[in-house]
Every structure is written in structure tokens, then in C-alpha cells.
């Protein structure tokens, strides 16, 4: 009884309830797993631990765990099940891999298709510039900075595409933890930005599931009238 | 050669460059304006004061003062020219109306359907709760509050609708400038919320108007596959 | 002579001095709280860790440890040695439970009654609706809330009763440590919110005590007028 | 249509939607004074300038101005009809008064019994401690400080009552606008504390009118068992 | 007596003391300029409004008033009395203008050639872009930036030349007075990048100044040997 | 060669060199200190963990720990050698006592008298009142307190002696670090009162110590005259 | 009754009550004026515009205005009837001078004596360095100093003398309205400074004060022995 | 492919991709130094431990490691290959070094010429004074200092030559991780000091280096002309 899992948020959401490993004892995050598991419906669970994933494979032996992401997934959709639209998860340096995976990993496990696209940051711009068709081919793009966050900026102002903006800890001293990159991002000259918390990969991999499926959607509607 | 004014942004981005009036004076906001008009593109210019407004009637007769937006605009789409897709935008109280009037107005000015859900803050919960129909109706939905901020988690946890969330500095004290709504939407425990800077109606808009774009442009890929 | 044990403050507030384990030596507490058990009264021992409840147990063999609680108590009143007044402890998710059950149990040390609602979180507002019927017959509701702290204000919208906030310093990146929650529930928009220290779950369960006391004595004055 | 009066909120919470005055004009404020006096409850209008009073005089004769306090007000309870329980308030400085004045007009016009113990900050403590009997009879202790905010402190260790404590932005430099007596209130090392925003004595005296009228129900509640 | 102006600096500086307008009453600012003016070297000062411009015209007539940088001048050397090494000072936006002006008009006194380069920033990068020669040319680039401040970061990337980052206070909300941008450019993932105050136009240029003097200075040594 | 031991200074600030051995390898405080007691002077070192003290007592075996202080001194003044004035070291709570504890050895270690009175915080305040005319019979105070360290301000409200006030980290949540003591004592509305860094216990005692001596120096400077 | 003359502590801090003007109308200043007047002691009253001090003039002829200091006295003791030992105020810059006269004009009318040592700041040490013998005399030293504040930190590091470190406000930009100065005077590496709250000039004269008057008890107590 | 190496900036900016450890495994480290040392131009790789040295090592022999530094540096440019111009690194506490070495090992790797001037921080000036030769040798200085960072503004007011500020976090309690040096360089009063990141002793060398050879290049066209 220590936790409600919440069936009907996966009805009115698209996806069910997710599991947030922060803080929770692997067997409990294990028996959360396994119930959701029981529903038939792709399973998530992020900022797991090797030992989080070995409770959980003792019970649901088919989970599989994406190290560098920390995210337990079960039944991620095959490609070609996967809607429309395609998000483009992009990095500005090495040390922002592990939040870029755990976006990558849970936007693939919401059933979305993913374009990785790392180490582009703006200090060095023509690693970026020569993405720049890649880039809009997307229907979100994830821009993930840490230091002074500027690719966002940079990005949101080389295309007309949603951009999801997530700062991450990655640096030292004035950063003060993420601050730095989620001060420029907020305050981002550039059009079409939204921010989430600071390293909340997953975060942005959710809002930016819920902008594809919302354009599938009104897709659908427009067809319709 | 005080403004380098940007048309190429007018068409890679959807819609032409944005005066911001704060820091200019009315006199440069009008040269700016002029030059915008001549373009035959719609014009918008936020944060205007009356005596901006004047000087830029001075020169562009039709333009139109939005005086609660502080928004001067000129050839606002019809509503039949506007694309699918309507922004719902959500206030919590009646103090946040400028900041909700300037993302409205910066909308339709961007070509976007608005529906306006003014004064449902969660300190009385049944004012929300009988809008819900209202709110699911929309693509996207922009969620305005001060003080804690609260709104932006309960309507994103309502719906399966991306969240655009604009803190407000309305409040006193320990709202420490907006800081406080800043940092409980960014925390946002429900999904789907990407937020924007403090009092920043205009830039919500954008996203929003970026995202229902990006929608109708995928639904339009989504038929010729 | 390293801790004056203030026997004072048992009289004139209800209940004895209470000790803080946090940065105190197992046998530190240990002492303190035989020397507070020889009183007869009630003791109460919080942020206690395995090896703290070792020491105090070799010498007050019938204190009992209450681990997720991190609280070591000894003579508890029985549930017929409670005043009336019940105190609600609600909590947003299952990462609130140790601050919630600190406060739980300090309560019951108290002597007033507690009823434990776990797990109601804004951003599935369902699970809190249909709990509204337990909320409205505590005399206190002590609302346990991380990340954005949107639940104090949801509750204290819904009931007429006093409430107890407690932001948790639960989240991560720009929640800085309950900073996020705490200036939620200090600039909440719905009346008879009190707010107390970041994870104080403690402090919360004392002044809901001295209310439900508060009210209990007046009920006398009022009877004897 | 620009603000939706909550009567359903003056039912289940004791008293009617309040007036926050701050950032409307004296029109608008007028106007809603008018529409909640047709409701024949008491009315009250927090932060309202001499011109927002003008303009409510003007269509509602029988409001009165509380200048100091910055509140308007009709119909407020005689003291005959008054629920037992006093408030106390309690002041450290001279420049602490208009805050004062706002908690104790909010409370009078929520129907309580009200004390004024103005001016006894610790600096001198023997001006307190002459008051200890004075304090002592009230139902709650609504403490009001800036600076160090120190007198919150010294109140609850006095005493067995819940205390209120309102932080204010008196002062200068370090104080940062209040911040000092906010994280002083917050910190509190006694029992019995709950904080409101900064300058918010309209908040704390609807937090200690929701503890007077709790307690008031229990004591009912206790009599019919 | 309230001022003891600095006639040492002027030696081992390379320019004399500099006069600081803020919180000084004009008579006082025309004192001062006056006692310089006297030396027989050029004369600087910055933060003055146009009346102490008045008060220091009718004791200097020849003094200079530069109205947008808010700097008074005497004797700025010539174009031709200019040492070698130039300035390019860039700005991202129009509102950085005064900051910019400030800082150009201070290396002219200073006895630098500058290049202006003004309204290129990141968000519509062509701008930039069509500049890289320009920069190229600069022995010291100044760049100033409001708002998330990545100006610095994309400058710095495309050259390999000190750059002098001024954060500026233009933005509002989460800019935090500058802090947004001051942040971004001490967090810098280009190499080369020294940063100054807030608004700080006149500091970058005694830096780039220092810089350029240094170089030169230097560029005479090495012949020497 | 890597310090510079600052032998003049023990000349002119009335004692030497001070090592400060947080961030220093055992063997480095060894090597310093080693040096320094060959000057003949009293030695102390501050911020010294027992690793520390094994390899100084390895070179000095005269040196002694002082463990709770985490201070190693040698040649500390035996009791009749050290100079008029006493400095009073006052603690809230049991917690702040190493900070205590480092300031009482280092003012006995610079030649002052001590005078221990811990554990009389404001949350139970006959436990203070009880002490005044220890208080009374100091020369100088050190007030040491963590959570809202009301503490400087009580005390220096009771005396006319100056009062050194030490925040310390001592707290959770909103003390941030220390932050509230630290702003608490800045603001404090009792006048005498100086402040030094968080946890600066060695800091209080030099400051305390320079008083003394300036007291007595300035007591034969009146005796000569 | 608007506020409680504090008599006794005249008595035992050994000058009366100082009456704080912020924040009180002129009319309020000028009667708790009058009847601190008629104790025959001096008065003082800080913050006071020259508003305030007609209001004063008015009811007390003999009262002083120092303008420059926002300062009023009456009755400040001659220069033959003040203790043993000099105050020094130093400060860094002119823009410094209102601080450093209300501590000036306090500490004269508290009875002690004052040099002046104004405008030697440390981007010009030799200002400084040609003070030494100056800053030897005096018994306190107050540093007051914007911008960096380091000014405290070379001035201790100089003499053996107590420095009571005053942060001011000066300054734009990332001073932070004095954080900058009261960080750096907070971490000084100098040993023998105690803080005060930025910009009281006052509180810094209070403590001198306190310093001054307990080394002369201390001196009598000394030769009674 | 977990990196790009950047070597397209080896060319523009005059050195190659620097090697940025914190946060990469020993492995990954190693890899891409393997990958840089295949150029034949320097490597340096900052922020390493001896683990990741180890790691290096196995795959590149020639590899050093500087420990204090925690840099791993390969063709360290000889003596007699550098372009003019000397970098002085200056520290003001043994506790520095780390940075300052940093600061040094990358600078020598760049090309320059370094001094070393340790430990004359200002509490003790004849420290620094003793140094004013050295230090007007240098081409540029770059001065580290933690807690007040005053060290900056007086080196920078003795010599007329670029002062490169790093502050460090070296401190406790309210250094606030480096954030009172911080802002301490940023409001210098002295000219000619721009600032890098807390602890950033590489981004220090860099910017010096490119104040050296942008002055070397400088003289070499000033003669060419
Ligand atoms: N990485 C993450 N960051 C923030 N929120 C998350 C993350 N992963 C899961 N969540 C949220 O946490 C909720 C579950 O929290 P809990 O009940 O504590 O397991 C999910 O419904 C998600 O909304
Ligand atoms: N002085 C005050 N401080 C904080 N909140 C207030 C104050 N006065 C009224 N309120 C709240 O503001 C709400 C009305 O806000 P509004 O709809 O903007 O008028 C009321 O229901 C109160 O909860
Ligand atoms: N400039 C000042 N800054 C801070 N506190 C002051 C100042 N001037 C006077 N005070 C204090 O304010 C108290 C009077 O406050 P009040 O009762 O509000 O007038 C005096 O006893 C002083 O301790
Ligand atoms: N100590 C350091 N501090 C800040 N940035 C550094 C440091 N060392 C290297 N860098 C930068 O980090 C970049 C490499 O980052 P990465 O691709 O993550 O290895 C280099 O090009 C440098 O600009
Ligand atoms: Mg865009
Ligand atoms: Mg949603
Ligand atoms: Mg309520
Ligand atoms: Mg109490
Ligand atoms: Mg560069
Ligand atoms: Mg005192
Ligand atoms: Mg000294
Ligand atoms: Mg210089």
C-alpha cells in the first residue's frame, strides 16, 4: 500500500504512470515495476540503479535497462508502430549524455521516433550548422545544455520547430548546479522554446511525446471536418 | 542604422520579427514599425505604453492598440484565415490578465485560434473542474499564474495537451519577483509542461503558435506518406 | 553537562523537551534520553539513525524505533488517552513517506489521534477528490509536498481547516533543496495555510498538537463561562 | 466578466472571497466591493489605497476605511458576536504597524476577538516579559517582525499557543526585502510556529480565525461525543 | 576636500582617474572635472545625466557630452594619435545600445580605434555570421549581451582574439538584473572569454585598453631584444 | 617553499601566524607547524582532523588536540600569565558546541580568559535570564547560535558589552547552510554587535582577543596620559 | 502610543533610545523627538530626511541636522567630555560619505572621539599606505566600503586594532545592492573584523562605541585589582 | 563516436581540442587523448585523476601527469620555442594551488612563459609589495584567490597590465562556494580585471594565452605597416 498506481493516468495521458526510481529501495521500485507490468502496456521506470534493474529482472525478466539513461523499459513500441513525427535529441557536449539518453530512451518508450544528434555545442558552431537539414526534419527538437546553455538559443533560432530546452548540472563553480544553463534558457532571445527542470531528460521527452501525439491528433481532426 | 530589421526570420520562422517596446523610445518603436509595415506582412509590437502607440499611429493609421496587452498589432489574420488548432489560454486570477492578454493577442496575431479561461486558480477548485471540456477542446494549452503556480500542475495533470506554463511576478513578498511560480512550474510533478520566462505572455504565444504550426505541417506529411 | 535537559518546558508546553538526533553521538542521545525517560512522561527522539536506537535501547530496553520515521519513542498515550481532535498527514507522493511518518508518529507521541492519507499528488487530482470526505473531519491537516507544492494549495482550497504545510526537499536541479516547495506553499493563493521548515515534518506534528490543543482547552473555557 | 466573485468559497470557508486590492484599479475594486456587498455578509478589501476607498464610498456609503491598516471593510461583527478566542498581535517595532493593522482589521472582520500588544521587540526584552499574562489568554499569538525576526521565537517558547508568525520586509541591506525575518520564522528552534509570506497579516489572520473557529467546532463536537 | 583625485593613477595607469557620475550631485561631478581638465590630459566620465553635463559645461566649454552613453569627454586624441590594435565592440540587441556606447566611447578617450558591430545576436545568426571579418580584424572584441548572454560564447568560438564579455540588464522576469546573462558568460564553453560587471561598458573598454597597450607595449620589447 | 610562514605578523597582530588545516595534507600542517614552533610563540592550528594531529605530534610531541575543537595548539598561556578581560563564549544548543569549543581554545591559546556558558538558546529563556551576571562580568561575548540565531540579538539586548556573533551551519532545509543565522545576526535589531563568518569560531576569538588587548592597551595609554 | 520609549535602556547600553526614521512621518519622528529630548540626555535620530528635522525644529530649536549623515542630534557631548579613545572612519570612495557620516555624527554623539580618514581605496594603495600612522592611533577602526569591500580585509591585515567592517550599497550590477561588499568582508583572510548590516553606518558606531566604553571600564576595573 | 574530436579549432584558435575530464571515465579520457596525440600537436587534458593518468598512459607512454594540477599534459612546448610574453600566476593562500597550478600547466602547454608568486594574499601586503617588480615583468597576470578575492583589485591597482581574476571556492559557510571571490573580482574597483569561471584555472590560461599571442601577432603587423 505505499504507493497508488495510478491505471487511470495511462488512459487520459497515452502512456501510464511512470516510475521515478529517485529514492526509492530497489524491491520497491521491483513490485511497482512488476504491477505495472501486469497491465500489458509498455513500462517505464528512470534514474534507476544496477541494483534497481536486478530486483526488477528477478520479477519481470524481459525489462531491459539502458545503462548510460538509467531508465528500465518493457515493451518499447517496434519501429514501425511508432506515430508520426520524429524528435531530434540534440547535445551540446559529452558530459550531456546521460540526460540525452534518458530523454532518447523514454520518447522511444512513448512510442516516439528519435534522432540523436550529440556534441554540436556552440563553441565550435559548424558542427552544428552542418546539422542544420537534419535538424529540420524533426517535429520537436530536444536541446540539451549544460555550462551556459546557449545551443538552445542558437537551435530555436535556426528552424520553426517546438523547441524543449533542458539544462543540465554539467559544469563547475557559477554554474550553481544548472542554474547558469536554465537562466539562458528561460531567458532565450530565440522563438519557440520551452523549458523543464534541470536535468529532466525524461521531463522533455514527455511534453515533447505530448506535442507529436497532439499534432497527430489535430492531424486526424483536420481530415475529419 | 540603429535596428537591423530581420526579414529573413519573417520566413523561416512563420511569421515576421517582433518589436519589443521596453528600453526603446516611442519615437524608435513608430521607425521600426513603419519599416515592418511596408513589409505587407502582420506587424506586432509588445510591451508598448499609450505615448508608443501614438507615435506609431502617426505614421501607420491602422494600427491597433491592445491597451491591457500593451500590444500594438496591424493585420491580425481574419478568423477564417486562421490555421486549425486553438490556444486556450488559462489564468489563475484576475491580476494576471495583462500578461494573459499579451500572449492572446500575440496568438492571433500569429495566426492562432484563442479561447480565454480567466480567474480558475486552484484556491477554489470547482471554477477549474467545470472548465474541463472546454480546456480538452484545445491543441495546446498556456497556463498563467502568479504566486505558487500551482495551476499549470493540476490543468497539465487534467489533460493529455502540451502545457505551456508563464510565471507571473503577481504577488508580494516572498514571490520574490515571479521566482516563486518560476520554480513550482519548472517542478511541475505532472507531465507534458515546457515553461517560458516570468510575465512572458509574448513568448508563450510563440511556443504555441510554433507548436500548433508544427502540428498542421506533420498532419500535412502525415497524408502524403 | 553537555545538554541542559529543560524538564520547564514539559510543564508550560505540554509535552518534554524533545530530542534532535542530528549531530548528536549514539550515546549522546542515549543519555539524553534515559535520563528524559526517568520523567515518566512521554519521550520522543527524532532524526535518529539503527546505531542511535542500539545505544538508547541497551539502556531504555522499552523504547521503540519507528525506522522510516527515523523517531525512537517511548509511553506513547493509547489511542482512549488521546484528546479529540484528529490531525490528517497527507502527502503528495511515496517519497514524502519518511517526512510524513517523522510527522505521524510525533504526533501520536503527542497524544493526538492521526489519520494517514498517502500518495494524492495534484497531478492526478482524482486520487485527492475522493478523499475529501477524510480530510473534512480532521482538526489539522498537516499536507506534505516536494517538488512544486501545489497539494497545500489544493487542499487548503477544499476545507475550512487549518493547514499545516511541509515542503519536502524532494526533486531534483531546480527544486535547490525545497526552495521550490517551500515558496510555493508561502505564497499560496488559498487562506489558512501555516508553513513550517523544509522536511520539518516534526515541527508540523507540534504545531498541529498545540492547535488541537489550543482548541480543546478553549472548548473547556467555553463551557465554564 | 473580469473577475469571478466565489461565493461558494464564503460557505465552505467561513467567510466570503476577499478583495486583494494590490494592482487593480480603485474601479474595478469598487465594483466587486459592490457586487459582495449585495450578499449582505461582512466584505473586506485588503491593500487598497485612499482612491480605491473614494471609489467604493461612492457606491457603497457604509464601507470604512482603516487607513494604517490599508483595508476596507463593511458590516464587521460587533464584539457581542464574536466566537470565543482571542487573537493576539503582537508587534517587535513601531514599523511593523501597517502589517499589524492588516492582520487585526482581517481578524475583527472574520468575526474574532483581537489584542493588540504593540512594539516589544527583543532588544529589550524586559518590555515582553511584562506582557507574558497578556499573551497568555489568547486562543492564537499572531507574532509580526522584521529585521532578525527574533520575536517569533521568544513568543512561542513563552507560551503554549499556536503562534502565527508574519515575517515583514522592515528594514534594509541584508534584510533583502524580508528574507531575514522569513528564514529566522522559518528556523524557528520553539514549538508552535507557522509562517505566512512576507507582510501577509491578511494571510495570518485567516490562518488564526481558521485555528479560532476549528477549535471552536471541536469543542462542540467534544460536548456532543 | 571630499574627493582626492588620483594624479598617481594617471602615471602608472596610462590615462588619469576617471570620474563615476552615480551618486554624485552635478555640482560635485563639475568640481572634479574641472580639477582634471586642468591637468592637461584627456578627462573621462561616465554614469552622468545632462545635468551634470551642464554643471561641468560652464566650468569645461569644451567638454563633450555623449548623450546615448551617459559620458562626458575632454580631449579625446585623434584618430591619427591612436595606437595600433583596434576594438570591435559588438551587441547583440538595440535596448544593450547605451552599454555598448558607453564602452566605445570610453576606449576612444582611452586612445583605442573601435569598430562598432551592433544588433547580431545568436537568434538570427546569419547576422553574425556576415561579420566574421570584421571580427577577424579586432585585436580585443567587446561583446555585450542581455538577456541569456550566448553572444560571448558564439563570438569567442569563431575567433581566436581576447573577448571582453559585459553582461547587460536588459531582459526582465528571470534575468534577474543581468544575472541571467553574467551567468551564461562566466560559464563560457569557448576559450578566451574574460567577463566584467553588469552594464560595466566602461570597465570592458579600461580591459580591452589594458589589452591592447599590453600588446603593444610588449610588441616594443620584443624588438628590443 | 609551498607557504610563506608569516613571521612578521606575529610581531604586529600581537600573535603568529595562525594555520588553517582545512584542505592541507597532515604532512603539510606538520611541516608548518613544526617550523612555527620553533619561533619560541604559542602555536595553533585550527580545523585539524585527528590525522592531522598524529603526524604534527610525530614532529612536536609537546602539541596538543583538542579533539571537539579539532584544534592543535602548544605553549597555550597558563592561566595567571594571561591578560585582563574575559570573553564569555555562549552557545544556543548542544550542536554549535565544536564551534564553541574552537573559539574558547583558540582565545585561551591567544591569552584570554574563557568562560564557557552553553545551551541557553531562546526557545526556553529562564535558562538565559538565569546567566546575566555571568554575561555582565565579561569583557567581550561570543554568541554562538545556528537555526535563526535570535540568540546575538537577546543577548546583546541584556548587556552593554560587545557581542561577537557566530552563525553556525547548525539546521536543515531553509537554514540554507547557515544562511538564516548568518542574516539574522546582521539584522539585528540590539545594538553591539559584530559578525563573523558562518562557523568562524577562531574568527569570533580573534576578533574577541584583538578587543581585549585593545582594551588593555588603551587602559595603560589612559594611565600614562 | 504608537510607541514605547525604551528608558531603560539608556540606562544599561549608556546612551538612550536612537530613534529610527525610516519609515516614520516627519510629525512621528518629531514627537518621540520631543520626549526623548526631555530626558536631558542627548538625543539621536538616524534616517531622517530633512522633512523629518523641520518637523523636529519645530517642537526642539536646539536640535542639529546633519544632512549629509540624514542625522539629528541634541545635546552631543563637548570634545573635552568624551572617554579615551578615537574612532577612525575610513572609507574607500566619496560615494561612500553618507554611510561614513551617520557613523561619524553617531559615534560623536555617543560620546567618543572621530578621525576621519575618507577616499583610500585600494585600487590606489599608496592612498592608504600613507595613512598607517593615522589608522595606529585609534582605539576601533570603521572600514566602510562598496564595490568588493576590500578595503576591510587590507586595513586589518595592517594594524592590531578591532575593525568593524561597514558593506555599503555602492555599486551597480552584480553588487547586489551590497552582497558583493558584505561577502567580502564576511570572508575576510584578515583576522579582527567584525560586520554590520550593509550601510549601517549606526550599528558600526554602536559597536565602537561598545568597544570604546569597555576597554575603559575594563581599564578602571584593572587598576582596582 | 561518443565525442567529436574538434579539430578544426586547433587550426583558428592556435591550439588543439582541450581534453576536459570531469565527469568521463578513465577509458573514455583515454581514448580521445589517443585520438589527439595522433595530430603530433601538444594535448592537454585538465580535471583528471590518477586513474584516468593510468588509463592514458597504457596508451600513450610519453604522457605526464602533473598531480597538483590534475593535468595530463604531452610536447609541452620547450622554453625556447614560446612566443614572448609571461604569464605571472599569483595565489593568495597555500589552499589555491591546485587552481593556480591548473592555471600554470596550461598555460605552459599553450606556449607561454610562466612566473609563479604564491602566497601574498592581502592580509599580510609586504608580501605583495616585496613582489611589484616581478609582477610588472609580466605580459598579462593572472591572480587566483578564494574567500574576499581581494587579491584582484590590488594587483590590479599597482600595475598597468590585463589582470585575468580567478576566484576560487576555496573557504566555508558564507564563500558560498566560491560566490564571495566571485563577486568580489566582478565589482573590482580597480581597471583592467576580466574574470573567468570559479575554480576555472584553465579558462584563465586560455584567456591569458590569447591576450599573449593576439599581442605577438599584434607587433608583428604593427611592424609589417
Ligand atoms: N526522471 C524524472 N524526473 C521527474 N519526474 C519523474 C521522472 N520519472 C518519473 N517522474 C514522475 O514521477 C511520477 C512518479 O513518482 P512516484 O510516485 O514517486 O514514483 C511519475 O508519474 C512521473 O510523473
Ligand atoms: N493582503 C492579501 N495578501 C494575500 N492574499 C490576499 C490578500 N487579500 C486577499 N487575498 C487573497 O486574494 C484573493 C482574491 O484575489 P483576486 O481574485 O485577484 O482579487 C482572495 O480570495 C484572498 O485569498
Ligand atoms: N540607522 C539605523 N539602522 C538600524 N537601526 C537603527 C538605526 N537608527 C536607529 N536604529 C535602531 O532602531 C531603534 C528604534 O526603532 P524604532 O522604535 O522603530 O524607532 C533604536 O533603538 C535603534 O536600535
Ligand atoms: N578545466 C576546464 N574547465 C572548463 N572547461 C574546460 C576545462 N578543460 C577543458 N575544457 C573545455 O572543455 C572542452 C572539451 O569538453 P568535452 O568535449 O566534454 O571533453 C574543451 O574544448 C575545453 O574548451
Ligand atoms: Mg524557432
Ligand atoms: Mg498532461
Ligand atoms: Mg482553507
Ligand atoms: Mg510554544
Ligand atoms: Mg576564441
Ligand atoms: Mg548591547
Ligand atoms: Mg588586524
Ligand atoms: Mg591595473
Chains 1, 2, 3, 4, 5, 6, 7, 8 share one sequence.
Do not use: W
Not at 529501495?25 to 536486478?54: D, K, M, N, S, Y
Amino acid at each position: 500500500g505505499f504507493a497508488k498506481v495510478d491505471h487511470y493516468r495511462a488512459i487520459h495521458q497515452g502512456f501510464p504512470e511512470v516510475i521515478f526510481g529517485l529514492g526509492k529501495r530497489p524491491e520497491q521500485t521491483a513490485v511497482i515495476f512488476e504491477r505495472l507490468a501486469r497491465t500489458g502496456l509498455p513500462v517505464l521506470a528512470t534514474r534507476c540503479t544496477a541494483e534497481a534493474f536486478a530486483a526488477v529482472q528477478a520479477k519481470v525478466p524481459e525489462a531491459v535497462f539502458h545503462e548510460l539513461a538509467q531508465v528500465i523499459t518493457l515493451r518499447v513500441p517496434e519501429e514501425n508502430e511508432r506515430p508520426i513525427g520524429t524528435i531530434a535529441v540534440v547535445t551540446a557536449g559529452t558530459a550531456d549524455l546521460p540526460v540525452a539518453e534518458e530523454a532518447a530512451v523514454s520518447a522511444l518508450a512513448m512510442g516516439c521516433r528519435v534522432k540523436r544528434i550529440f556534441d554540436v555545442g556552440v563553441a565550435g558552431l559548424h558542427r552544428l550548422l552542418s546539422k542544420r537539414n537534419e535538424l529540420k526534419e524533426a517535429q520537436v527538437i530536444v536541446v540539451i545544455a549544460g555550462m551556459e546553455g546557449a545551443l538552445a538559443s542558437v537551435v530555436a533560432g535556426m528552424v520553426d520547430i517546438p523547441v524543449v530546452a533542458v539544462p543540465t548540472s554539467i559544469g563547475y563553480g557559477a554554474n550553481f548546479g544548472g542554474l547558469s544553463a536554465l537562466l539562458g534558457m528561460l531567458n532565450s532571445c530565440a522563438l519557440g522554446v520551452g523549458v523543464v527542470n534541470i536535468d529532466n531528460g525524461f521531463g522533455a521527452a514527455a511534453l515533447a511525446a505530448t506535442i507529436v501525439r497532439s499534432g497527430s491528433r489535430e492531424a486526424g481532426r483536420f481530415h475529419d471536418v
